[in-house]
């Protein structure tokens, strides 16, 4: 198989960045692609940005000739979009296309019927039809949240309030990966694009507990601080947020609430058992040196609000 070497990137956030720098890094010809003329600031040089229509299928072909990948990292508005971007590269004749898709649960089995995971299994059908007829190739991502925002967010643990609810004491497992991890996945899979053809590539730095973060937590928020643990039975607490899901619109915090009793409840399988961290270069981190990142991020100067939330939910779900 012809080595992928010129890969167009979409989104300029904080994955789409990390993900550029370890295109670069690896060799890859990159072109960013952007709704504005400047999307990056300061690019290494051998970036080229290239301002395009998204909801245009001529501006995305013209901006897609010669490349051989495209990496979507767009956040949730441009999910759907996504469509139009693939159809265009079926046109400029794009081999793979890797969507704006690195979520907790939205490649697990299951969970498929989970409201929040709607937009992003859409997308994943439309690829899966387009490979299997041969128009494209595609690569999908198991990350698991955010190891970032896992310690720094108001979501295992509150250190605002020092509450903690353990869905089913708290011993469920979970992968999760840092974005820097996220990033070499994808650099990593398009560099054996062979053995990544049309799967899903499983990736974490570490598998977590609710109780390994709390204890943790508690450790580093210092003597004088006294936790409130709740229990939360995780079963029932789902159950609850989809049926109030059916009478009303999935907003922020029920997204969050949702997240949480799937991810934290043991129903999904939410630990990655076949990892394809040899074949993409990412490296497992030790307790020890979880600990170590622990202890650096879990401050009161680091951590996200209550109110801050909105602004970044989309890290909790796999975005950046």
Partial sequence: MKPIRNVALLGKGWLGSAILEQLVNSGFQVTVLSRTARSVD???SSVKTVQVD???IDSLVAALQGQDAVVSTVGSSGISAQKTVIDASIQAGVRRFIPSDFGALTTRPGAESLPLN?????IQKYLKEKALSGQIEYTLFAVGPFLEFVMSMPFLTDLQTQTAPLYDNGEHTFSSTSVSSVAKAVAGALKNAAETKNRLVSVHDIVLTQNKVLN???KYSGPDLKWVENPVD?????GTILENTKQSDLDLFKTLALLKAALLGGKFEAEFKNLDNDLVGVRLLSDDEFEKIFATAFKPSQMIAQEDLEANVEGIQGEA
């Fill in 42 to 44: 300061e690019p290494p």
């Fill in 54 to 56: 998204y909801s245009s």
């Fill in 118 to 122: 709607a937009l992003w299994i859409d």
């Fill in 216 to 218: 943790l937590a508690k």
């Fill in 234 to 238: 995780a079963a029932a607490e789902l």
